[in-house]
């Protein structure tokens, strides 16, 4: 068979596995268990029929038709009802009767229904819930007993169906393989289903500790960084108040105290956007975006920033270029990219942002001349690896700003990636889909 052949087989198997069991999405565990144990016990005791029949026990025979027939109803309760608990209480009330009543007609203790007694209660033991264990072992123990006492003082109630060593060998030898078997498939199948359980749930808790370990360490230089801003706000406040400023240091205070409180409120924005990110999920809404339109109130608010540091801010924008995006994600990104190279960007350098047409994607580039990206960081730019950097003007940031970039860019199917220029600073790109 050829490689692709092989594949296709095993596509072929493993969906006919899932339609049999029961889709993950849609079933739990302990119902695609019982899903498989079902047609499991339904295969077996379809094969006893015949062979029961062909081997002279004619009513065992028929007791394991009639049992074909009712795991049939049991499976479609569980597989097409999802009423699992039902069909457990079922399965595993008919099997104790029937094999009872087969008990009589198959030589008793000589014959090979305790083997089946031993297979039922380990398949009972599988697929119930732990509440109903000592539910099912005691009647599976009083009924084993039960039967055992009775033949033992009316041991002429029991039918001799044997006539020969033949018919024992040949009775009680499949009866022993199958149970090995069955035993085997499904001890791997809870071992496996339990290994992958629990890979799971340490993925999903090591996601939960990192993320919260991030999110102590954020919070902790939240509280840290914020405190600077107001207490410089204080201070000049409280200077004020108590001396005489001439007009001159007065603007000056000013306007590095307004700088610092634009600085903090932009902190305080992507954490609020974070936070709220967190709590209620992304909610994306992707319609034609005029770029230039969504850009420009974003360079208004920036410059402030570059005007203090007396940074050129230079700009290349198509005014016809729209695209699918949400208008507030992308103005969140802009508004990061282009305050991180304020940020970054000594005094007298220079910021370009550029719009272009790329086949059916638009690229935004935000290029600065400022110290570039460390190469140890470069890793890390767009996760949440909360560290305090500073910028070229002693800047204080946290490092959420690109992480959320990252995010919402993810969000509207785009890209985002950075370069560092040969001749220093660095380079954005943000790549979205054209509108059509």
Known sequence: MSISGTRNFTQRAKAFSLYIIGDPQHFTLENRIFNAICAIALFIIAINVPYNYLTGLKVTSLIFTVLVVVFIGIYYLSRYRKKVDLSISLAVIMINVMFALNYFFSSGIEGASLLSFTLAFFLTMLI????????????????????????????????????????????????????????????????????????TGEEKTRSLEMMNAEKSKLFSLISHDLRNP???????????????????????????????????????????????????????????????????????????????????????????????????????????????????????????????????????????????????????VFSLKVRSTFGTDAEKGIGLGLFLCKEYTMAQQGRIWFENNKNGGSSFYLELALAQ
């Open 128 to 199: 119930s819930p732990s509440r109903q264990y000592y539910w099912w072992i005691s009647l599976n123990l009083v009924t084993v007993l039960g039967l055992i006492a009775w033949e033992y003082y009316y041991p002429d109630s029991v039918l001799n169906v044997y006539k020969t060593r033949r018919d024992i060998f040949a009775d009680i030898t499949p009866t022993y393989i199958i149970n090995v078997v069955v035993i085997f498939v499904g001890t791997a199948y809870l071992k496996n289903a339990y290994n992958k359980e629990k890979k």
């Open 230 to 380: 107001l207490a410089s706000i204080q201070s000049y406040l409280q200077l004020m108040r108590e001396i005489e400023i001439d007009q001159e240091n007065k603007i000056q205070i000013e306007t590095e105290l307004l700088y610092v409180v634009n600085s903090t409120q932009e902190m305080l924005y992507n954490i609020l956007v974070w936070s709220k990110t967190q709590l209620d999920g992304l909610h994306v809404n992707l319609t034609p975006v005029d770029v230039a339109a969504a850009i420009h109130p974003i360079l208004k608010i920036n410059k402030m920033a570059v005007a203090k540091k007396k940074i050129s801010l230079d700009t290349n924008i198509d005014a016809s270029i729209k695209v699918m995006a949400d208008v507030n994600m992308l103005q969140l990104i802009v508004r990061n990219l282009v305050g991180n190279a304020a940020k970054f960007t000594p005094a007298g350098g220079s910021i370009f942002i550029k719009t272009s047409r790329n086949a059916d994607k638009c690229l935004i580039e935000v290029k600065d001349s400022g110290v570039g990206i460390d190469p140890k960081r470069q890793t890390d």
